[in-house]
């Protein structure tokens, strides 16, 4: 089965409403040409909470070939969660993908397995589609355990969904190491990650669901890396940070097809 790639642009806490507008401006101007595809990549934006509205009247104003996502999303229905945003809420702006368990809410947010289980399915249950996040820290990178460190993340996150769930989300390795460091994962470190989760799947699930899920790279990803990672056979996008807040870069790796590996 061909699984459509997904490149997402997580901008984190750095663009305001009115920078989110100018990117998206900009970059729907730079995929605009004949030569770029819209059917063959789908792009989406994950903006901060502050800017959703905005960027969701843009993109349906000009009906904008791109899709919008969250940064997080509450593991609560609704009620008493001072400064929480609700899965209804996040689903009744249009949202159509939102991160779950990033590293930077695992790590400074003390976001455990449970919590990440739980927003998934609160993602789910609203027809939001969540992007689940894993990865390694540094330490256990050297002792060379990343494969059940992540493994054990992603089993722990879709535990007592059902296979139908699991083929329509979407994971992403992000190594805590490759964030924002300019280090990259090597292609073969991206495969073997994407390819053991994608076997994790099918262990949990099955080999149908497994070839279903999409599996994205994230880390440090820029214009001229894209292109050796999306040539992996288990990797299905990337999860991009800092380069997805620069209109050009952002557009560069969404064009990574018309650049060399
Ligand atoms: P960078 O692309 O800035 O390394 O960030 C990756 C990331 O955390 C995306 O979610």
């Given at each position: ?28 101007w ?14 989406a ?32 229905e ?28 695992r ?39 990343h ?33 924002g ?38 880390g ?15 990797v ?26």
């Amino acid at each position: 089965m061909a699984r459509t790639p997904l490149i997402a642009g997580n901008w984190k806490m750095v663009l305001d409403h009115q920078q989110g507008t100018l990117l998206v401006q900009k970059l729907d101007w730079t995929l605009k040409d004949a030569k770029h595809d819209h059917g063959a990549v789908e792009v989406a934006v994950l903006p901060s909470h502050t800017s959703l509205r905005t960027v969701q009247t843009l993109i349906e104003g000009d009906r904008l070939a791109l899709k919008l996502g969250a940064q997080d999303v509450s593991a609560h229905e609704s009620g008493a969660y001072t400064g929480e945003v609700s899965a209804a809420q996040l689903a009744k702006l249009g949202v159509t993908y939102v991160a779950v368990g990033h590293s930077e809410r695992r790590q400074y947010h003390g976001e455990d397995d449970a919590v990440v289980r739980a927003k998934t399915r609160r993602a789910l249950e609203h027809g939001l589609t969540p992007i689940v996040c894993v990865g390694e820290p540094l330490e256990v990178r050297r002792e060379g355990t990343h494969v059940p460190f992540t493994v054990a993340q992603v089993t722990a996150a879709l535990e007592d969904l059902q296979p139908a769930q699991v083929a329509g989300l979407v994971l992403a390795y992000e190594p805590v190491w490759a964030i924002g460091t300019g280090e990259f994962a090597s292609p073969a470190d991206a495969q073997e990650v994407c390819e053991a989760l994608r076997a994790a799947v099918a262990g949990q699930f099955d080999a149908a669901t497994a070839q279903a899920v999409r599996v994205l790279y994230g880390g440090s990803v820029k214009p001229a890396n894209i292109a050796s990672i999306m040539a992996q056979p288990d990797v299905d996008g990337a999860l991009v940070g800092g380069a997805s807040t620069d209109a050009g870069d952002f557009a560069a790796i969404v064009r990574y097809r018309e650049h060399p590996a």
